[in-house]
């Protein structure tokens, strides 16, 4: 029970600490999106780097190496997660916090597509309904609006396809995004440097948004730790339902912090796509229960 009570605990921290990264990506609103992304990618090779030193896991890094496979699949995963975390910026700077909590709510769902399509699993009923309702939502947000909600949808689909990249491949989470960062560096390095010499970037020049670009290192990777440690101890159904922590403070940080518009049209959207979660987690539980 202590075992599972920890990783209950290490569970709500690594979801609670990505509802609020809208909050720290805030901090960095004057900063060029692609170049916080940037930062983003070497801060966080950097810690990871440290993390992997202390753990002492320089044989699973060099496995990894010797498998041409698995580094074949780590540079695409690494440009699949790259694009996320650049959307996520991008929208959460631009003032869609609310669409990005609507991406998230929509991912489970999205991956039971995939499972269907890529995987060949099969749907029980309830899933599809819930993938129902979230289809119906996304055409809804279409009629009323009168255009997708983009945002979402990107960060549904990249981290989707990220997530089935990364299950083919024979990796530990902090070694193998140790080297998809490690992918991007050098891109990234370029372009900092670029926005520095040229560009005029606030970074380098200003001590709290350098303080606050340094530690996109530690917020990126200190979660996925989290995340770890609760994967060890409890079940992924435990996990599935946990996982909607981190979209619903977003949305409440959207809504109620950042004062983002929550019209009648977005109502009936996220009320479509929160029927759809709700059959998913009732959908879940006789697993979560045996």
């Not at 690494?78 to 991406?103: C, D, H, K, P, Q």
């Amino acid at each position: 029970m202590d075992r599972k009570f920890n990783g209950a605990l290490f569970g709500l921290a690594a979801f609670a600490a990505w509802g609020l990264l809208p909050a720290y990506w805030k901090q960095l609103q004057a900063v060029n999106p692609f170049e916080i992304l940037c930062h983003r990618i070497v801060w966080s090779c950097i810690f990871l780097l440290g993390i992997i030193s202390y753990q002492k896991r320089w044989d699973e890094l060099k496995t990894i190496l010797r498998n041409p496979s698995a580094l074949k699949g780590l540079v695409l995963s690494g440009i699949l997660i790259g694009f996320n975390w650049f959307i996520y910026i991008w929208a959460v700077n631009s003032g869609r916090v609310v669409e990005t909590s609507l991406g998230y709510y929509m991912n489970p769902m999205l991956n039971v597509i995939m499972g269907f399509f890529l995987l060949g699993e099969r749907f029980s009923r309830l899933q599809w309904v819930a993938v129902f309702f979230a289809t119906a939502g996304v055409t809804y947000s279409l009629a009323g609006y009168g255009a997708l909600p983009v945002f979402a949808l990107g960060l549904a689909f990249s981290f989707g396809l990220y997530g089935f990249s990364r299950k083919k491949i024979n990796a530990a989470p902090i070694p193998g995004l140790f080297i998809e960062t490690l992918v991007l560096i050098i891109p990234a390095l370029a372009y900092i440097g670029y926005r520095t010499l040229a560009a005029g970037s606030p970074v380098f020049r200003d001590t709290g948004i350098t303080l606050w670009s340094i530690g996109s290192g530690v917020a990126t990777s200190l979660p996925l730790l989290w995340f770890a440690a609760a994967a060890k101890r409890l079940n992924l159904s435990t996990l599935g339902i946990i996982q909607y922590l981190a979209p619903s403070i977003a949305f409440i940080l959207g809504v109620f912090v950042y004062k983002e518009p929550f019209t009648r049209h977005s109502l009936i959207t996220f009320g479509f796509i929160w029927l759809g979660v709700l059959l998913y987690i009732w959908e879940s539980l006789p697993r979560h229960r045996r």
